[in-house]
């Protein structure tokens, strides 16, 4: 597996991640608890060095399947996680946000246990909590560092100024926000921001969860646990109306003898050497085929092919609904 460094931060991790969310939480059921752990030692012995949790996803029980597959590979492996929302007994205050110090440092001895690891190597506050300073969250960050409780700093969906002002205080080494062939919305401002003051850039959903594989279209339902049925831009009819943009990945993906899932990865990691998707599957075969996409280079031509043909597709629907987006920094 090649290897990449977020940012000039030194932290170097396999060129693809392993977001374990939907082992636990968001895309239907749960998998059984044997299988979880199958697929993230699965992923160690193909040379994954990454892998991405969050205390809200079960909530906490995804911590406890990634602490429990990764203990006996604990100093091979770069174990991120999240904090910043209210949990009580183990649900979510309506997705209410909570980054105040004394919050962070009690989830923080939660996560450590959960994990079973005396650090953390990689400390993502999950959404910016506007009530909250976000130098007092940097500064609690930094803290847990001198302790060694925390390796690395990071922030997800945080905003040009939001990462500034916490970058002043502790160096921030990875920005996490969604990224792929059908959100390029980073490109605009926080790209050129990250390069600038030497961050990582991890992007989630570098699949646009599961839509540029091609195996979803119009007529494909999901069930009340899986959080698609919710996002506007999965609504039968902006499937229907961007199936233009997965027809085009499909047509490369033809050309290269690559599946879309690997064009789409391979498009990704041409973009910026310090950036590292983390791309998620529940299925051994998807795993493999996502790794494929590593060591499979787009040309400089195929790049201007797909720049040239994008420009003439426009993407329909919001990532988001109305109360999710209302929780993302700008």
Not at 132 to 139: F, N, R, W
Request: aromatic share 8%; proline share 4%.
């Amino acid at each position: 597996m090649k290897t990449r460094q977020l940012g000039t931060s030194g932290l170097e991790v396999s060129a693809l991640g392993y977001g374990c969310m939907g082992l636990s939480s968001g895309y239907g059921e749960p998998s059984d608890r044997d299988h979880a752990i199958e697929m993230i030692r699965a992923a160690v012995e193909r040379g994954v060095t990454l892998f991405d949790t969050a205390q809200v996803y079960g909530p906490f029980t995804n911590e406890e399947v990634v602490g429990e597959a990764l203990a006996s590979f604990r100093d091979e492996v770069v174990i991120a996680t999240k904090f910043g929302f209210n949990l009580v007994d183990g649900e979510s205050e309506s997705n209410q946000l909570n980054s105040r110090p004394d919050h962070i440092r009690r989830m923080t001895e939660d996560s450590l246990r959960r994990l079973r690891t005396d650090r953390i190597d990689l400390y993502y506050q999950h959404r910016v909590d506007p009530d909250v300073s976000i130098e007092d969250v940097a500064g609690t960050v930094n803290e847990l560092i001198a302790e060694g409780k925390v390796k690395h700093f990071g922030l997800s969906e945080a905003g040009v100024k939001t990462i500034r002002r916490a970058h002043a205080v502790q160096p921030v080494t990875a920005l996490q926000s969604e990224y792929s062939l059908w959100w390029r919305e980073p490109e605009e401002e926080i790209l050129p921001t990250l390069e600038e003051l030497g961050i990582g850039f991890v992007p989630f959903s570098p699949l646009g969860r599961g839509f540029l594989t091609g195996n979803i279209d119009a007529d494909t339902t999901f069930v009340d646990s899986d959080f698609r049925h919710t996002l506007p831009r999965f609504d039968a009819w902006n499937r229907k109306a961007n199936e233009g943009l997965v027809d085009l990945i499909k047509r490369i993906a033809e050309q290269k003898r690559m599946t879309p899932a690997q064009i789409a990865l391979s498009w990704l990691l041409s973009r910026k050497p310090w950036i590292v998707p983390i791309p998620g599957t529940t299925k051994l075969n998807r795993l493999e085929e996502n790794l494929g996409a590593v060591d499979v280079a787009l040309s400089a031509e195929d790049l201007g092919d797909i720049e040239q043909a994008l420009a003439g597709i426009s993407i329909q629907g919001d990532r988001y609904n109305e109360s999710t987006q209302q929780m993302i920094d700008r």
